[in-house]
């Protein structure tokens, strides 16, 4: 009864049977299953959204639960992976959507194969790296996209029209040095905020995707929920005239080498992505590793705890070394544990 399963939506006038008929053979990038990600995708499956592809480099833990409204504690005993987690739920919620789910860490070896067919990007990052990946990703394939960011109890919504309205880089100019921006690790998050950011941002996805978006509206959208601040940005088509990426299709981040090692700021963590993806054995591993300490795994990752240090493997052969913020210490251990 899919009539019955969208009936209010469609009763809504801007949507309306038209409207939903376009929702359901839309297809839609999601990058980020974290606070933002998570609220994203289960609103885009309960309303219908014909393919949803979910991608996320990381694992559930104790921490996301106050605010990552899609996992829960038995993902943590199970060691999921988010966009398995996710992909698992959002199943449940509606079994006519397709879900893809991607195991994956978003950069420029792949960002283009992922969005090239679909007709929206939704960026729930928690990082500017990739986000100016998606930026140059974007702009040279003409892919509309939602920027959205969330830190403590503030965050912002930016839709962006390649060509025709303002970019991230329009926004922000270049990438901000390490360091210089608060993550949700060193500044808090508090919930209603990813949930209210979110929200925003698949409002404008659903106006985009039934066609009632009017470009013209469109502006960087910032809220606080503490103070109740609420401002509606024009960045201004004047900043697109000196874009390297809108006014001279200069896409520095999209042809940047891809990253090897990523410190996770304020984890004490650091990511390792090797050149070539591979297709680990888990459980041929599980048995050689167990010299290093006590290993749990799965069919998508394998975990061994080796005090100071905790890996964590995925099958593609990507890791994450806990334990350190030195790229090189976290090599070591990878070489060591994994071989490489
Ligand atoms: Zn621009």
């Not at 390649?162 to 329009?170: A, D, F, I, N, Q």
Request: proline share 6%; charged share 25%.
């Amino acid at each position: 009864m899919p009539d019955e399963r969208y009936s209010r939506q469609i009763r809504f006038v801007p949507i309306g049977e038209a409207g939903q008929q376009r929702l359901a053979s839309s297809r839609v990038l999601l990058v980020g299953l974290g606070a933002l990600g998570t609220v994203t995708a289960d609103q885009l499956v309960r309303a219908g959204v014909g393919f949803v592809r979910l991608i996320d480099r990381d694992f559930v833990e104790l921490s996301n639960l106050q605010r990552q409204s899609l996992f829960d504690e038995e993902d943590i005993r199970n060691n999921l992976p988010k966009a398995i987690a996710a992909e698992t739920k959002l199943r449940r919620i509606n079994s006519s959507v397709q879900i893809e789910a991607r195991v994956e860490d978003v950069n420029p070896s792949n960002i283009e194969e992922l969005l090239e067919d679909v007709d929206l990007v939704l960026d729930a990052l928690d990082n500017f790296e990739t986000r100016f990946v998606i930026n140059d990703a974007c702009a040279k394939h003409r892919k509309p996209w939602i920027y959205t960011a969330a830190v403590g109890s503030y965050g912002l919504v930016m839709p962006v029209i390649p060509g025709t309205t303002p970019c991230l880089r329009c926004l922000l100019g270049s990438l901000p040095a390490p360091g210089t921006s608060p993550t949700c690790e060193t500044a808090g998050v508090v919930a209603p905020i990813t949930h209210i950011i979110a929200s925003i941002q698949v409002a404008e996805a659903l106006k985009f995707l039934t066609g009632t978006l009017d470009p013209n509206t469109i502006r960087l959208t910032a809220y606080d929920v503490w103070s109740h601040r609420f401002q509606r940005i024009d960045v201004g088509s004047d900043s697109m005239a000196t874009c390297p990426v809108c006014s001279d299709g200069k896409f520095e981040y999209l042809e940047g080498n891809p990253l090897r090692t990523i410190t996770l700021c304020g984890r004490n963590a650091v990511q390792l992505i090797p050149e070539v993806k591979g297709d680990i054995d888990l459980k041929e591993l599980s048995k050689s590793i167990a010299a290093f300490g006590p290993v749990q795994f799965n069919d998508f990752l394998l975990r061994c705890s080796a005090p100071p240090y905790e890996l964590t493997l995925f099958k593609d052969g990507r890791a994450i070394v806990k334990g350190t913020e030195e790229a090189g210490t976290a090599r070591s251990v990878y070489s060591k544990m994994v071989g490489s």
